[in-house]
């Protein structure tokens, strides 16, 4: 994991609005990995998401909160926003081959959300 590395995208040229802790992460077959997401002053209470899809235009949202701090749960994934330290957290678990691809972190937003590229990967190590 490549910690403090930030990739930022056309999306949110320029902007300091989000940032992925890291952009690549890692996991174990069967395992989990953590996604951290921070964001600037003033999007506390908006919604954010966790998506799959290598091209921005076609992804798909897995889980997404209503602006509140509650935990969402998905398939395998849930995402928590924690306001006072602007940062969401999302949490993949019973990792599978299949897993491995291109996330984005988002904040929905009239017109064009903002949105960070998370590349995720299946630890081979672990794959007995």
Known sequence: MWLLSVLFLPIVQGSSALIAVSNAVSGPVRGSLTVQCRYG????TYSKWWCQGAEWKDCHILVQTDGSEQEVKGHHVSIRD??????????????R??????YWCGIERSGTDLGVKVK?????DTCK
């Open 41 to 44: 002053p003033g999007w506390e």
């Open 82 to 95: 924690n306001q006072k330290s602007r940062t969401f957290t999302v949490t993949m678990e019973e990792l």
């Open 97 to 102: 081959w299949n897993n491995a691809d291109t």
């Open 120 to 124: 995720v990967t299946i630890d081979p």
